[in-house]
């Protein structure tokens, strides 16, 4: 493991935005996994710049997602198809038709998790998977649980998850219950991982998840057993 600690958000989202960039460089036809939340949002900023100064292509790219809120239509602001689009895709060069977000309003969520699989799996995998991490060490929306989920699957939100991501909502009312989350199978077969943490706040989680007993209790300690992840973190 990688382990990066940096002085500022700034600094995070630029040594983010050019691991990517140099995957994408190096593998123009990259199958990148993504990420939501705030986290992220100044990697994708900086990743726009460089598109935007010619200095890294992503025309060839696919992304896949990690995760959807049940249902969710692609329209509604607060999902995260419309983060995605809003805050990387349309700034960026990508084929909107090669950017994969698992569907939140599927009638049958285990059905869709299976065809989300197959898809990520047809693609060849991930070659390299953006995370950020939960205060409850999740990753995607893979709560604390008894066992590590392998496939695609419905989830119910924890409550601090709910409670953490009510300031995107206009009360804590309107955060789904569910959602739809990548598993760890396709996590774990990414080919390589790049965990972003920002803030005070998260380093407690970040010491157990990489530094403690591997447990489904904190989803993100699997990572420990991955042989290629790049941890950037920034206390501030
Ligand atoms: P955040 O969310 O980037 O908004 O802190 C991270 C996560 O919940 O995975």
Known sequence: ???????????????????????????????LGLATGSTPLGTYKKLAE????????????TSVNLDEYQGLKGDNDQSYRYFMDNNLFKNINIDI????????????LAKEGQR???????????????????????IGFNEPDEVFTKETHEVELDPSTIEANARFFASKDEVP?????MGMMSIMQAKKILLIANGKN??????KSFFG??????????LQLHPDVTVVFSEE
């Open 97 to 108: 038709n090669k950017t994969f977000v698992p569907d939140g309003c599927a009638v049958d």
């Open 213 to 222: 007993p591997i447990t489904p209790q904190i989803p993100a300690s699997i």
């Open 1 to 31: 493991m990688k382990f990066i600690t940096v002085k500022s958000y700034d600094e995070l989202s630029k040594k983010a935005a050019n691991i990517i960039a140099a995957q994408v460089i190096l593998k123009p036809c990259s199958v």
């Open 116 to 138: 989300y699989d197959e898809l990520i799996k047809n693609l060849g995998g991930i070659d390299l998977q953006l995370l950020g991490i939960g205060l409850d060490g999740h």
């Open 177 to 181: 219950k569910k959602a739809i989350t």
């Open 50 to 61: 460089y598109n935007k100064a010619g200095d890294v292509d992503f025309a060839d790219v």
């Open 202 to 207: 998260k380093k407690d989680i970040v010491e």
